[in-house]
């Protein structure tokens, strides 16, 4: 049960290091009104394991700290992305061409009052849904289901405990 614990912790802290590498990596299209967060492309993986919900809330909590966010994008940005992955996990066992649905779908009812209440984006909310949509659809569905298909084949391998 502690090793069971323990490679959770550690792949949700793997998941969350590398959601703040990539959003810090690719900063300058991370953030704003038109985006296209490649980090993102991580919310994919709650259909190889639970750990990547806590990883991913995280990973994205700290990603918008570092990269200088305010406390309501922190605060509300990720938990569009916990939204997002919760909704992942839930569709685990249907086609992977579902998946990428929750996090586009949260961020785009989320994030565009973020950029207007926060940071005084005066766009109009429809514009912004469909600047942060086209931006997660390039991040959730292209280059999720890329990372979808890359791992499935060694999700034994990387996914499942394999203690001695």
């Known amino acids: 049960m502690k090793n069971k614990n323990l490679l959770f912790t550690v792949q949700a802290a793997m998941i969350a290091a590398i959601y703040v590498v990539l959003t810090l990596i690719f900063a300058p299209i991370s953030f704003g009104e038109i985006q296209v967060r490649i980090a993102e492309a991580l919310t994919i993986l709650p259909l190889f394991t639970p750990a990547a919900i806590p990883g991913l809330f995280i990973g994205c909590l700290i990603g918008n700290i570092v990269g200088g966010a305010v406390l309501p994008d922190i605060i509300f940005g990720s938990l569009a992305t916990l939204i997002g992955a919760v909704g992942t996990y839930f569709l685990r066992n249907k086609t992977p061409y579902l998946a990428p649905l929750p996090p586009i779908i949260a961020n785009i009812l989320i994030v565009p009052y973020v950029l207007r209440l926060a940071y005084g984006v005066n766009l109009p909310i429809p514009f912004m ?20 298909f890359a791992l499935r084949k060694y999700r034994d391998v990387i996914f499942t405990p394999h203690f001695n």
């Open 129 to 148: 849904m469909m600047t942060v949509g086209v931006g997660e659809v390039i991040s959730c569905f292209g280059l999720g289901l890329i990372v979808y």
